[in-house]
């Protein structure tokens, strides 16, 4: 799986015009579905891709975060560390031995 880099997104200011963009590059989700309970993948990559934008690109702490997707700061934490740990998975190590 590969999640959208926050540098391929230009800067918008609100989050509801950002969440508005994020949506329509996802099939099917909606605001509510995004501050819903469920968990299913494609969901949960709609979700990330959320919170990487609003806290890299527009600067938004993760409190505010939680109160616009209606979830607890310690989700979006989650959300976000993960979302850096897949990044740096997906990179080469520069030390790794060339077989």
Do not use: N
């Amino acid at each position: 799986m590969r999640l959208i880099l926050p540098e391929q997104f230009y800067r918008i200011e609100r989050m509801e015009d950002a969440a508005t963009k994020i949506m329509a590059k996802h099939k099917g989700v909606t605001l509510a579905i995004i501050r819903g309970e469920a968990r299913s993948k494609w969901i949960v990559k709609a979700r990330t891709e959320m919170v990487v934008y609003f806290r890299d690109i527009l600067g938004k702490s993760y409190p505010q975060i939680a109160k616009f997707m209606r979830r607890d700061p310690t989700s979006c934490l989650h959300l976000y560390r993960k979302h850096q740990r897949e990044i740096l998975e997906q990179r080469p190590c520069p030390h790794a031995a060339k077989a």
